[in-house]
Each structure stands twice: as C-alpha cells, then as structure tokens.
C-alpha cells in the first residue's frame, strides 16, 4: 500500500486545514487508517484513526477538534483539522494497518503560528 498525504502549511493559530492521504488501494481493504503526529524533539503520536467499518478514535487533545474521514471513491482519508493551536506543530504522517502489515505515507508539515 503506497500512501501520499499533503495539505500541510502554515496557518495562524485558531485557524483551519485539511490534511489529504491518498492510497494505491482499495480503502475500504485496509483495516485501519490513522494519523499521526511528530513534534520536534517528541514521540511519533496517534492523532486519529477510523477502521473500515467507520469507526473513530481521537486523541484527547484533539477531540472536538479534529475529524477524521474518507471517500472511499476517491481512495482517500482526510483530517479536517479545526481550531489549531500552536501545540498542534508537528509533521504529520497518515498510516495504513493493512490485515496486520503498517503502511506510512511521507510526512506533511503543519505550522500554527501564535
């Protein structure tokens, strides 16, 4: 599974963007499609997640704020990602868990100005 996401930039702080992963595949076949999140000098972190049968997870920090979808026409996740915070600075990666087989896309980079 080749993933490609964009839609990374910068943007001022309460401001909106909407990250796009693209897969070589089906998405309906893959299991779980995730995003994650790396800081500078930080662990590589969950930031959502949706299963094929249309299940989300967020981290906390984000809940409420962040949500995860896809078009499955379109082979596509996206994470619509409202009211960012300086916090929210991080590459991001999208992720396929294809029947137990991780999958990552080439990072995006997100700037939240203050």
């Known amino acids: 599974v080749q993933l490609q996401a964009s839609g990374g930039g910068l943007v001022p702080a309460g401001g909106s963007l909407r990250l796009s992963c693209a897969a070589s595949?089906?998405?309906?076949?893959?299991?779980?499609m995730g995003w994650y999140r790396q800081a500078p000098g930080k662990q590589r972190e969950l930031v959502a997640r949706l299963t094929s049968g249309g299940n989300t997870n967020y981290e906390d920090s984000v809940k409420g704020r962040f949500t995860v979808s896809r078009d499955n026409a379109k082979n596509t996740v996206y994470l619509q990602m409202n009211s960012l915070k300086p916090e929210d600075t991080a590459v991001y990666y999208c992720?396929?868990?294809?029947?137990?087989?991780?999958?990552w896309g080439q990072g995006t980079l997100v700037t939240v100005s203050s």
């Open positions: 595949r089906s998405i309906g076949s893959i299991n779980v």
């Open positions: 992720n396929a868990n294809y029947w137990g087989i991780f999958y």
